[in-house]
């Protein structure tokens, strides 16, 4: 209602924002990339995604700020390249943009577009996203894949995937939800799941990403596990591009 006419002016006035949260490699600990998280700016009131995108949902504004992430990650990605950082960025792209008919390969088309070659975006897709339509997802994420994009299943565990699917699903690693990873190592179903997650992945030849990690001993314990990288408030919040920048320096 006056939220959505809200919304579709923060397109035009340019309110919305990237944050960035570090993702850490955990043999090296060094932050080999971010993930791109969406904000909206709303009069000096940072607004997160979680009040506001549904709402771009339903109104498909998503499909127009959907390509404004991307064009806008890119545009990050190639101005910390000439500074001398190199990262890949990782974009969250909503189950309804994926429905768009040649979803894949307009996604391609706007990152070259873009001046940007593959190999430092990164897309994350959620589990449930992918099972609601697992033949198709197949079909987009084997494109994206063959085209040097490495693909996350985003909020893992969450979302039902049969082993037989995660066997077909051309994915470069899952991101364990970061409900798994709370409370571990004392919560020890927890650490279980986690334990088995990581195995599993391993046995399909996919990398594994936990969220949500907070200690520096849950990072040891993951790292131990065999969990690659690492995302969490331990590494770093999700923040603007200049602080994520100082960061990194
Ligand atoms: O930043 P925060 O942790 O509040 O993000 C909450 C959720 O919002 C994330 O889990 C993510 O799935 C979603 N989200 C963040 N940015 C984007 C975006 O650019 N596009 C879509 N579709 N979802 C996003
Ligand atoms: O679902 P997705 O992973 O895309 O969204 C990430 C969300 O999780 C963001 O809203 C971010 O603020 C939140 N988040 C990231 N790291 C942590 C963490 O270590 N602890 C908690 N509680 N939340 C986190
Ligand atoms: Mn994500
Ligand atoms: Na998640």
Redesign the pocket.
Known sequence: VKLRTELRRALEREEFLLYY?PKVELRTEKVVGA?A?LRWNRGGEIV?PIKFIPLLEESELIHEVGEWVVREACRQAQEWRSKGIELSIAV?VSPLQMKVPLFAESFMMLIFGCGEGSGSIEV?ITESAVMEDVERMIEILKILTVRGIRTYI??FGTGYSSLAYLKKLPVYAL?ID?EFVKGIPQDEDNLEIVKATVNIAKSFGLKTVA????TREQAEILKELGCDYA????FG??VPPEEFESYIR
């Open positions: 949260q993930e998280l997160p969250n994350e985003d909020d991101k970061r969220e949500g990690v907070e995302q969490g408030y331990y919040k999700p």
